[in-house]
């Protein structure tokens, strides 16, 4: 019986081997039949250049692109300059032929529930007929891989704390230009933002900016705490580890010209779109006093705002990094250097 065992283990492990070895040969045979290896585009977009000047600059091509039916998720944090970004996509989609969907979560939560995580993972992964897609809504940020599913790129924009709720605050008072007929949840309050200081009003409490730390950081309860050590971490090691990039407001156009290098199947044209578009998408709150010097004090000496600020000093650093290994041509728009580096000895032949 013993014996009987061992050979069935034999004869798995050799069933095993034949099966890896076909398994692999399908997959090579996959690979080598799409893209093809004369298509000179998919090579530019792995580096895999060869070598020919006259194709260094030629476009992506589009039936390749859209082989990897990407999906995007931008889970956009309010009043970050976020409306002016996702006009540019919905002014590309029918150009770049990617769909722009928009996520409304009931009740103006950020987070839902696991279930409904689970629903929505598992719906945008297998909603063939969309991709590729760019998903955007309010809602933190949600961790595919515990649903074992594919995982989507990420991004996001982040702003000056201080400034999203100075601009928040006074949106929910006299809502802008966007859509200037639309009433507000607090039309016809007049305490300007440093009155509202003064008199310790709950709308202008730090508390109020601990948003961008748990928009990042994810759907744990640890998230929502604020002034939780934890969250600042986890919103730092997401953004570096979950997202493909993310942006400042202070900066979008770069941010629009790196995502154009990075997602060119929903971002090509996007600069010199956004560039010429730019009064049409600019949203601006209707009336903005700026905070007094005294209120400025009064809240960054407040826990929150470090921590907030702390994540968007980081944020700031690492986008610029990426920013400055782009070229800025004579129009001050900023380019992909090009390719710097090449495959070699690539054996057998
Ligand atoms: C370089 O690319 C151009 C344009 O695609 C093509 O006409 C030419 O034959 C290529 N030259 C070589 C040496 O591959
Ligand atoms: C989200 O859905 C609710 C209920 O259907 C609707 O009233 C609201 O206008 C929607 N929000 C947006 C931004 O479209
Ligand atoms: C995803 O949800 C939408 C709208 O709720 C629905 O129309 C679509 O069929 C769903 N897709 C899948 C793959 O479940
Ligand atoms: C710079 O802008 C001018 C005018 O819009 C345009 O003609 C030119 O091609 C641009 N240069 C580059 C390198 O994009």
Known sequence: ???????????????????????????????????????????????????????????????????????????????????????????????????????????????????????????????????????????????????????????????????????????????????PNLIRKKH??????????????????????WLQIPFLCGQSAFCWIPGNEWALQEAKKNLVEKYLLVGITEDITSFISVLETVLPEFFKGASEHFASSLKKHLRKTNKKIEPSEETVTEIKSSPIWQMENELYEFAAQQFHFIKNQMKMNENGTLLDKGIHFKFEKIYPK
């Open 188 to 209: 016809g309050n007049k305490v300007t933002f440093d009155e509202c200081v003064k008199e310790k009003r709950p709308d202008c409490h730090p508390d109020n900016m």
């Open 1 to 179: 019986m013993f014996k009987r065992c061992i050979s069935t283990k034999k004869s798995l492990v050799f069933a095993s081997l034949i099966f890896c070895i076909i398994t692999v040969l399908i997959l090579e045979l996959k690979v080598l039949n799409f893209p093809k290896n004369s298509d000179l585009n998919f090579n530019r977009l792995h580096g895999q250049i060869n070598l020919n000047e006259s194709v260094k600059n030629r476009e992506y091509s589009t039936k390749y692109l859209h082989s990897r039916n990407l999906i995007v998720i931008y889970n956009r944090i309010p009043k970050t300059g976020s409306t002016s970004f996702i006009n540019v996509a919905y002014d590309l989609c029918k150009k770049n032929s990617f769909n722009v969907i928009h996520l409304n979560i009931t009740k103006n939560s950020h987070f839902l529930s696991l279930a409904d995580q689970a629903r929505f993972v598992y719906n945008i992964t297998s909603w063939n007929e969309k991709k590729p897609a760019l998903y955007h809504g309010h809602v933190g940020f949600i961790n595919f891989q515990v649903f074992g599913a594919t995982v989507p790129i990420f991004i996001n924009i982040l702003r000056k704390p201080l400034d999203r709720l100075v601009s928040y605050y006074y949106f929910l008072r006299y809502g802008d230009n966007y859509r």
